[in-house]
């Protein structure tokens, strides 16, 4: 099979927090969206990053461009953050995506 057979643009998914202490505190999943898959560039990023406290917010910082609404508009800005725990889940399903 040709590589070319299977490219193609992505597509905005929805992603849920559905995990215990998510619906716990919440009463119900967290659901934002993200790309199917990434430009090679987001990859590069974040094999890059230095595994020290820096890198941290750098992988913030590749990531916030990521967690989008239904529109596919970015849900994080410097007016609209989300609280730490969430932000930390949100960013690990993201990854894990990033990953498969």
């Known amino acids: 099979m040709k590589l070319s057979e299977i490219t193609k643009e992505p597509k905005l998914i929805e992603v849920s927090l559905d995990d215990k202490q998510t619906i716990e505190e919440y009463g119900e999943a967290l659901v934002f969206h993200t790309w199917d898959r990434q430009p090679m560039e987001i990859f590069m990023q974040?094999?890059?990053?230095?595994?020290?406290?820096?890198?941290?917010?750098?992988?913030?910082?590749?990531?916030?461009?990521?967690?989008?609404d239904e529109k596919a508009k970015p849900l994080l800005s410097s007016k609209n953050m989300l609280?730490?725990?969430i932000l930390?889940?949100?960013?690990?399903?993201?990854?894990?995506?990033?990953?498969?």
């Open 88 to 100: 930390l889940r949100v960013i690990t399903k993201v990854t894990e995506a990033l990953g498969k």
């Open 83 to 85: 609280p730490s725990h």
């Open 46 to 68: 974040l094999a890059n990053v230095d595994p020290s406290e820096k890198g941290s917010s750098t992988i913030i910082n590749i990531v916030k461009d990521l967690i989008l």
